[in-house]
């Protein structure tokens, strides 16, 4: 008598594996959504659409053609050359001199034989809270030609007064004058963060050898201090490259274009020629050459030892 084939049940399936993003809480995500939205809307479309313009003619509407004609006028223009030419003299003046002041002030905010210290680090952090249309307009009431304090006091002392506004020396010095005032404390307030977090122990060890003070700062200081240094060092050149306000507003980037910065001709190209599509070439050329400057920066003082 033959048997029946025996048959095994079927063995269950595993569950399919689901994929990572079907396994990702989604909650998450809809919360950022706003954030999202309005960032594609004010910020990444506007970035998009500004240089999308930089190929076009903005004055001839909507149906210009693309082309490269404002990139090549970028080349050839003369006052673009004078502008880049004046941001570059301000950055390799100013920022230098306005760092090492900065990086003295934090010194000395940083002493233990200051009193009133805390009193002290608000006196000095206090200009940037004043507006930039306001200090401005202070110092160009300080140095007027006819009736300002600082030509006041040169007279006073026997010195002739100095047209502080209409000549192109006198006038770069009266920005670079203003820019450090406002950006000292600032950056000095930056840079004692910075010492504050260096430790004690490093400099007892230090004058337990027998280092002296200036050896302890230029030894020890400095370079611990390099990474607080290089924070300042990339958004001063940065914020120089976009230079603005006090051109426009205490010397009016005179006299003769003297003092015209990159900032503020794309300002009159932008504004005041209603020449976006040029503007928009400026803008993305200013933001090239403060990416090149940062890596710069970044390669020769960010490396290790």
């Known amino acids: 008598m033959t048997t029946a084939p025996q048959f095994k049940p079927a063995e269950p399936r595993p569950p399919a594996r689901k994929s990572r993003w079907a396994r990702t809480p989604k909650a998450p995500y809809l919360f950022i959504l706003p954030y999202l939205l309005i960032f594609l809307t004010f910020w990444a479309w506007p970035i998009i659409s500004s240089f999308m313009m930089s190929f076009k003619d903005s004055r001839l509407g909507e149906t210009a053609p693309f082309g490269l004609s404002n990139w090549s006028r970028l080349v050839q223009d003369e006052f673009f050359r004078t502008a880049l030419r004046n941001t570059l003299v301000i950055m390799i003046i100013q920022v230098p001199l306005m760092l090492s002041l900065a990086t003295v002030l934090a010194v000395a905010l940083n002493s233990k034989l200051l009193k009133a210290a805390g009193w002290f680090r608000f006196a000095f952090f206090a200009p940037l809270v004043v507006g930039t249309v306001a200090y401005s307009a202070v110092f160009r009431l300080l140095f007027n030609t006819d009736f300002g304090m600082v030509n006041r006091g040169l007279t006073s002392i026997g010195l002739p007064a100095v047209d502080w506004l209409n000549q192109s020396g006198p006038a770069m010095t009266v920005l670079i ?87 503020t001709y794309l300002y009159q190209q932008g504004f005041r020629s209603f020449n976006f599509g040029y503007a928009s070439a400026i803008a993305y050329t200013v933001a090239a050459i403060a990416a090149i400057f940062s890596v710069v920066q970044l390669r020769l003082f960010g490396r290790d030892e």
């Open 177 to 263: 004058l203003a820019m450090t005032w406002r950006w000292t404390g600032y950056n000095a307030i930056i840079l004692l963060a910075g010492l504050q977090g260096i430790s004690e122990d490093v400099y007892e060890a230090a004058s337990i050898d027998g280092a002296t003070p200036t050896q302890q700062f230029w030894k020890i200081t400095l370079p611990l201090l390099r990474p607080s240094l290089l924070f300042c060092l990339v958004l001063s050149v940065i914020g120089t490259l976009q230079l603005f306000t006090e051109p426009a507003l205490i010397t009016n980037s005179g006299p003769g274009n003297a003092t015209m910065t990159l900032g």
